[in-house]
């Protein structure tokens, strides 16, 4: 592939991605206001509270179970117009930038939040993905060394993989409150400040990547050491490193690549979990939280972007450095 | 010795066992709330603790046994999960063989659907969907529908797309081209020479799609999205309570999750339910990889 191919092949994937980020963006402002079409002609009559047996002894078991009758009557209907308003005016709040949401408290700016959340998910994101790519390659490449160090990398991404997000995060809960209780310190505490501190979302969003990436570095190897030009090389007497470096890993990178999208996709869905179980105030929390049509469409196009530079970035890399391996990239 | 399949296929006994443990001893009833305990001289209220007043796993805000719904919620969840990852294989896998097969505009849909719904975090697209239906989705059992349908199309196009690639790897092996030179139709090429090929990565791709459902469930809850609806328990004197009825763990794990700090156990059990569940699956995926490497 000449380099004019190459350039061509990388900007025909670009434009590409921008298309599929227009689509995406186009679907999901559209999904996100659908509620505002919804027009109610009655209040919605609340359902009768469950009132149980009666009992004279309140240590007496009851039994909960909905109540058949007198399910919640709402009297509403969608309509059109409300919900061409509302996407209408999204859009221009989108190029305004005077992005607000409704809470019991009143009317509060979302933007300014927003950006302060874009920064720290941006940090938190980059940061922990440097880490855990670093750490997984290190980990990966322990596979090379040894049988020992194959079952090692292979057992860290195993467990790194299996165990969830939330439970490692409902674990470091356990533990700061166990620590606390018996010896007075908070766990968390030591290197951050306090459950809300940096170290949390770092150790468990590292921990996938690292798994994650180790995980694919070991499968890549795996696989690409029962190859047969390996056998071949071996069998000629090629120096083993040579065979590990210049054979195997050469060949595995572009399984590695591949994988990286589907990667930092799962590393945005934890990132989003981590920050909403850690209290930390990114755009996850401001997601689940600041519950507003606007608001979510904004942080949906923000990660949209994300993913779509990360996914391209990686495509783009392996059609420029191994152009040889370009099937279906763009 | 295979110790991800040995391990996966250990989790999976203790998962039949948990299903099978109501028909070999009692279990707490999972909807049995108590409003007061008298501890002594104490009226203790709930949610109590592992192992106080005889609770193994603890009891919830309104006294209902968490071990109790945690055994009863396996059959919701498991099922649910189970139901959705069927689904999705009947869908994907058909759609994914003849894209790679026919090639041409099918297999460039599948690959562009499969990026396209891969460029939002899957569990952004669910929450976006789920979210913005919600209002317009009235009744338990047809957002129950509206909950599953939109977990297995969030799927179909990534499941389709990996069948795509692998059939096209299949369709260029000798016996193919040997079957289709001797005038095999592609339907009958596809059944009988490319599927059983695939068999192996196919159950690879539903071991790991399982876990990943079961995943996906967990963070929905943890956005406060899952299955069920609320009811209100009256209690003299205090305002209403609304508590989770159905007893799954998404719904457990999603109705506690404010609680982490001052009650853990309340979703502790349910996410470690999860999770184990979501790892048996992982560790079955990668057992029978290896057992196909091996091969």
């Known amino acids: ?330 | 010795m295979n110790w991800p399949l040995a391990l996966a296929l250990l989790l999976l006994l203790g998962l039949v066992v948990l299903l099978l443990l109501p028909f070999v001893m009692a279990v707490p009833d999972p909807h049995m709330g108590v409003l007061v305990i008298m501890d002594g001289a104490k009226l203790r209220v709930p949610g109590y603790k592992p192992g106080e007043f005889g609770y193994l796993f603890g009891s919830d805000l309104v006294g209902r046994d968490i071990f109790g719904r945690i055994v009863y919620g396996a059959r919701f969840t498991l099922g649910m999960a189970l139901a959705v990852n069927l689904v999705r294989g009947l869908l994907a896998i058909p759609l994914g063989l003849f894209a790679g097969w026919k090639r041409g505009w099918l297999g460039r849909v599948v690959q562009a659907l499969a990026t396209g719904v891969g460029s939002i975090p899957t569990l952004i697209m669910v929450t976006i969907c789920l979210a913005g239906l919600r209002p317009l989705i009235l009744g338990d059992v047809a957002w129950l529908i509206v909950y599953g349908l939109v977990v297995v199309v969030a799927g179909i196009p990534r499941m389709a797309e990996h069948v795509r690639r692998r059939t096209e790897e299949v369709a260029l092996l000798p016996h193919i081209e040997a079957a289709e030179s001797l005038g095999a139709t592609s339907g009958r090429l596809i059944w009988r020479h490319i599927f059983p090929v695939m068999v192996p990565d196919m159950l690879v791709m539903m071991a790991t799609e399982m876990a990943w459902v079961l995943l996906m469930m967990a963070q929905l809850a943890i956005f406060g999205i899952y299955v069920g609806g609320t009811v209100p328990v009256i209690r003299e004197g205090y305002p209403p309570r609304y508590v989770e009825w159905a007893a799954e763990w998404g719904q457990m794990l999603g109705a506690n999750r404010w609680g982490f700090r001052a009650s853990p156990w309340m979703g502790l059990y349910p996410g470690l339910a999860l999770g184990l569940s979501a790892m048996a699956f992982h560790l079955l995926a990668e057992g029978l990889r290896l057992r196909g490497l091996r091969r």
């Open chain 1, 1 to 330: 592939m000449t380099p004019m191919h190459q350039v061509r092949t990388v900007v025909r994937l670009w434009t590409r991605r921008f298309a599929w980020f227009l689509g995406v963006a186009f679907i999901a402002i559209a999904v996100i206001h659908l509620p505002h079409g919804i027009v109610r002609s009655a209040e919605p009559i609340p359902a009768p509270a469950y009132v149980g047996p009666p009992r004279s002894d309140p240590t007496e078991p009851f039994l909960i179970e909905p109540v058949s009758a007198g399910q919640p009557v709402y009297q509403a209907k969608w309509a059109f117009q409300p919900y061409w308003q509302a996407v209408t005016g999204y859009l221009k709040v989108l190029l305004t930038g005077q992005l607000d949401a409704h809470l019991r408290q009143g009317r509060i700016e979302v933007w300014p939040m927003i950006q302060k959340g874009l920064a720290l998910s941006l940090r938190t994101l980059l940061t922990t993905l440097a880490a855990g790519l670093l750490l997984g390659t290190l980990v990966g490449a322990l596979s090379l060394t040894s049988r020992l160090g194959r079952s090692i990398s292979f057992l860290f991404a195993l467990c790194g993989l299996s165990v969830p997000d939330f439970l490692l995060i409902i674990f470091g809960h356990i533990m700061t409150i166990w620590t606390y209780s018996h010896f007075g310190f908070r766990l968390w505490s030591i290197f951050g400040d306090g459950e809300r501190g940096w170290l949390p979302p770092f150790l468990v969003l590292t921990i996938g990547t690292a798994a994650y990436t180790a995980r694919l570095t070991t499968a890549a190897m795996d696989e690409v050491l029962r190859e047969d030009y390996i056998r071949t090389a071996r069998a000629k007497g090629v120096p083993e490193h040579r065979v590990l470096l210049g054979h195997a890993l050469r060949n595995a990178l572009p399984r590695v690549l591949n994988g990286v999208p589907a990667m930092f996709n799962a590393s945005l869905s934890s990132l989003i979990i981590v920050e909403l179980m850690t209290l930390t105030p990114g755009l996850g929390s401001i997601f689940a939280r600041y519950t507003s049509s606007g608001t979510t469409a904004t942080i949906v196009l923000i990660y949209s972007v994300w993913f779509l530079l990360m996914d391209s970035l990686t495509n783009s890399l392996r059609l420029l450095v191994l152009p040889q391996r370009t099937g279906g990239a763009a």
